[in-house]
């Protein structure tokens, strides 16, 4: 069986170490970094909290989602070519563009935004963040705790048995096995350092 990996990404370092590991993978540069720096642009060019301020991002913003990000930069580089690099009301405007399309530019492969969302994959991480603090953080994150990394593996393979609602299924599923075991007069050892083949959910 033939799985989609597909990676959330804020720039090319973690796009080159997985490459070579996940070949067929898809990488997408997340699109709230990329509106962080259209909206330094707005900012530049609108006065803050005005109305043009925002039609003006939204406008850009409609270009990512309906995949012409392409159209996008050379928009861009056009707004710059009609600045003066001699006149100081220019300065702030060019480096703001500069520093944007420096940062499309290279990543355009991994903006193609519409269509991620047609295939329903994610477009931004915040979902991916939101579940490691719930899943991961609430649980293990508290003051005081250490972990290394064997025992926080086993820790999380039952916090995601107990958030998925299996919790109950899993205790009479494992104290089945004990039971069985202490009825044969056999030792049973609770804890353990090898892995096992869980029930099915049903």
Known sequence: MLFLVHFLVTGDS?????????????????????????????RAFCSEGSDELYAL???LKSMLYEGRTAELIALLKEWQKELSPRAKRD?????????????MEPR????????????DLPIASGIVEGAARYVVGERMDCSGMRWIPERAEALLHLRCIELNGYWDHFF?????????????????????????ELPDAA
């Open 108 to 119: 355009l492969d991994m903006m193609n935004y519409k269509e991620y969302i047609d295939e």
């Open 57 to 59: 991002a939204d406008d």
């Open 14 to 42: 973690l796009k080159d170490g997985f490459e070579k590991l996940f070949q067929n993978a898809t990488f997408t540069l997340d699109i709230r970094h990329v509106e962080e720096y259209l909206y330094k642009v707005c």
């Open 91 to 103: 300065e702030k405007k060019i480096e703001i563009l500069s520093t944007t399309i420096n940062y």
């Open 172 to 196: 009479d599923w494992q104290y089945g096995r004990w039971r069985e075991k202490l009825l044969d007069e056999e030792k049973v050892l609770i804890r353990t350092n090898e892995a096992m």
